[in-house]
């Protein structure tokens, strides 16, 4: 089985049933991008800081992994020069939706983001990527490339899982969660999880990752859900 074409199918189901992360920027949500008030959220309700975005205004962006008609429009009403890729072609649409009733000049692109081979060498002043990398087994062919084809002085946002959202499972029995797996993880190890491809990475695999292909870090913030054991966090890696 190609993991990518099951991935892509779990990504185009999710979009049909029309869950949250799929859902394009409301009118208000666009109007305050077009007015120097863009917000774009992680997490429960944290927003990426407006520093680590700087100016948008004619900046090349990526939004890598990131389609579903939300943060690429509104990185465009900010005035940056966008292009989206992701694997699924329904979440593809919702970018395609919102740039024609917009009228966005948003590229989309339908790819893997472990190869980014289509983009020449420091084409972008930023990459952003929204949760997604438990979608691939190995995070380093993503950040090499993302390294590749990022300016000298440009960004790279990312937004992951914790490991402790791997880490522990709810135990009915004591009503409470439990350390019960090791890291990495690998949804394709457990009976229970079906198709669905999903992989817990370690924070030396995004850390340390990022560090040993060049990036320098920056920034990084939390931000805790509902759930105890799904804790998001974010980073900002700069080439230099």
Request: with cysteine; proline share 3%.
């Amino acid at each position: 089985m190609d993991i990518y074409d099951q991935v892509a199918r779990n990504m185009d189901r999710l979009a049909e049933n029309d869950v949250n992360w799929s859902r394009p920027a409301t009118a208000e949500q666009l109007q305050r991008a077009r007015y120097g008030k863009l917000e774009l959220l992680f997490g429960k309700d944290d927003v990426i800081p407006a520093e680590w975005l700087g100016e948008l205004r004619g900046k090349k962006a990526l939004c890598l992994a990131g389609a579903g008609g939300l943060q690429a429009a509104l990185l465009a009403c900010a005035g940056a020069e966008v292009t989206v890729l992701d694997l699924s072609e329904r979440m593809l649409d919702r970018d395609r939706e919102i740039a024609a009733r917009e009228r966005l000049d948003i590229r989309i692109e339908h790819g893997n983001m472990c190869d980014l081979s289509r983009f020449e060498d420091g084409r972008f002043d930023l990459v952003l990527n929204p949760p997604s990398l438990f979608y691939v087994p190995d995070v380093m062919p993503v950040f090499r490339e993302v390294y590749r084809v990022l300016k000298k002085g440009g960004s790279f946002i990312m937004t992951a899982m914790a490991p402790i959202a791997y880490v522990c499972d709810f135990d009915e029995a004591s009503g409470s969660y439990k350390a019960v797996n090791r890291m990495p993880y690998r949804s394709t190890d457990h009976a229970d999880q079906g198709d669905w491809v999903e992989y817990g990475h370690t924070m030396e695999s995004y850390i340390g990752g990022q560090l040993q292909c060049g990036f320098v870090l920056t920034g990084y913030k939390e931000s805790q859900m509902e759930d105890i054991t799904e804790l998001y966090f974010i980073t900002k890696g700069e080439k230099r």
